[in-house]
């Protein structure tokens, strides 16, 4: 069964979606690194079919802001193996350095790498959606359009519940008066218990578009 998750995401990145025009298109590709503002999805334990809700948290409201169905979770050097409509002019030899390198920086990593920074210049969209050090794709389907004015309603933000192997747990020590005062709770990838989910994908397809907030 698919398990569904928060992805936070930084004011940063967010203001700079909107500066890059792409507020309401779908996502299709997200990234992943060891970062907390790029994090992990191999470490959040993030499968194929499980969905993403990238959220964002503006003067203490939380806003949901898309989703997207994880079509496949890739490490960065097959991810640009396998597109080489976007890396091919990108491609270098891997530096000579590389062959005594450890064992986490094989020449064939540091060539992917290499190639992503370069991509990531020539790209400014990329700079929202990996904008720190980055080691893993995910390829994204069915994605809902991206927007910036889903607030979570506080009788909501109060039911949210996640979920590890081990217990659930809620915002509630973040939560003052109905906001949060803290972003501590939700900064990172989490997954949501199936009741939570269920209710933060009815109020995404349900609120009406309208002026842009976060």
């Keep these: 069964m698919a398990d569904a998750y928060t992805v936070f995401w930084t004011r940063e990145r967010c203001s700079a979606l909107r500066k890059q025009g792409h507020v309401g298109e779908p996502l299709s590709l997200l990234f992943g690194g060891p ?20 959220i964002a948290v503006y003067k203490g409201t939380l806003f949901v802001l898309g989703r997207v169905r994880v079509r496949s979770l890739l490490t960065l050097e097959s991810f640009v193996d396998a597109r080489p409509d976007l890396f091919a002019e990108h491609l270098r030899e891997p530096p000579a350095w590389t062959q005594q390198a450890s064992a986490g920086l094989t020449p064939r990593y540091v060539q992917a790498l290499e190639a992503f920074e370069r991509l990531r210049l020539a790209m400014p969209e990329l700079r929202y959606l990996a904008p720190t050090c980055t080691g893993e794709a995910v390829e994204c389907e069915d994605g809902l359009p991206i927007r910036l004015d889903c607030a979570v309603p506080s009788d909501l933000l109060e039911r949210l519940r996640y979920r590890s192997l081990r217990r659930e747990r809620d915002l509630s020590k973040y939560i003052r008066d109905g906001r949060l005062t803290s972003i501590l709770g939700v900064q990172g990838i989490y997954r949501l218990t199936e009741p939570s989910a269920r209710e933060i994908d009815a109020l995404l397809r349900a609120a009406p578009a309208s002026v842009t907030v976060v």
Excluded: I, K, N, Q
């Excluded at 907390?36 to 191999?42: G, I, L, R």
């Design 35 to 54: 970062h907390t503002s790029e994090p992990s999805f191999v470490r959040a334990t993030v499968r194929p079919g499980d969905y993403l809700y990238p």
